[in-house]
């Protein structure tokens, strides 16, 4: 099990940037897959991007391809989510996730999750 925090969340201006951390526990945290998910008042929680255990391979939502990039940092046990030109659609509760199953889009499979932080994009 890993404990997650994220950070980072905030009020921006539509084409605006912001970077998500997220903030790992556990002395086994680079044996996860990590994602970050997302979802908006009555939506139910979307797919943003994942990143495997070294970092070597990421995967994105169609919807933030060429926007958003996933990174980690084992040595820190951090993840980040770097999210540029952003869009009044981006608005919601980010969370952070960890999972033993390689690369998944899907929220079922991630075990532990963050508290979620609020991103809200204005016009």
């Known amino acids: 099990q890993v404990q997650l925090v994220e950070s980072g969340g905030g009020l921006v201006q539509a084409g605006g940037s912001l970077r998500l951390s997220c903030a790992a526990s556990g002395r086994t945290f680079s044996s996860y897959n990590m994602g970050w998910f997302r979802q908006a008042p009555g939506k139910e929680r979307e797919f943003v991007s994942t990143?495997?255990?070294?970092?070597?391979?990421?995967v994105y939502a169609d919807s933030v391809k060429g926007r958003f990039t996933i990174s980690r940092d084992n040595a820190k046990n951090m993840v980040y989510l770097q999210m540029n030109s952003l869009k009044l659609e981006d608005t919601a509760v980010y969370y952070c996730?960890?999972?033993?199953?390689?690369?998944?889009?899907?929220?079922?499979?991630?075990?532990?999750w963050g508290q979620g932080t609020q991103v809200t994009v204005s016009s």
């Open positions: 990143i495997n255990q070294n970092g070597g391979r990421t």
């Open positions: 996730g960890a999972s033993r199953i390689y690369i998944s889009r899907r929220w079922l499979d991630y075990d532990d």
